[in-house]
């Protein structure tokens, strides 16, 4: 079984940076790919990032390309999202989220495995 819990969430100004951590326990952080999903009040979850086990490949929304970045430390068992120039319609909770085989798209819930509790984060204008 494997946990995750979210951490760095907040209030910010629009304009403002945040770091996202998530970090994984239960068994080894080896799994095929990491991602970062967010959901706003009366909205459906949507993916923000993915990044696969090595690094070497990184998806976006297009609604966070050129702002945010993901990235991981495996021997620190964390994947963190950078979040940068952020915007009032950013406001939301926030998931990491553990894709453990190759099969399904990444930018859709059902591929993913594992999933924290969630961090708020909230952009005010």
């Known amino acids: 079984q494997v946990q995750l819990v979210e951490s760095g969430g907040g209030l910010v100004q629009a304009g403002g940076s945040l770091r996202l951590s998530c970090a994984a326990s239960?068994?080894?952080?080896?799994?095929?790919?990491m991602g970062w999903f967010r959901q706003a009040p009366g909205k459906e979850r949507e993916f923000v990032a993915a990044?696969?086990?090595?690094?070497?490949?990184?998806y976006y929304a297009d609604s966070v390309k050129g702002r945010f970045t993901i990235s991981r430390d495996n021997a620190k068992n964390t994947v963190y999202l950078q979040m940068n120039s952020l915007k009032p319609e950013d406001t939301a909770v926030y998931y990491c989220?553990?894709?453990?085989?190759?099969?399904?798209?990444?930018?859709?819930?059902?591929?993913?495995?594992?999933w924290g509790q969630g961090t708020q984060v909230t952009v005010s204008s």
């Open positions: 989220a553990d894709k453990t085989s190759w099969r399904g798209s990444y930018y859709y819930t059902p591929s993913y495995d594992y």
């Open positions: 239960g068994r080894t952080f080896s799994s095929y790919a």
């Open positions: 990044i696969s086990w090595s690094g070497g490949s990184t």
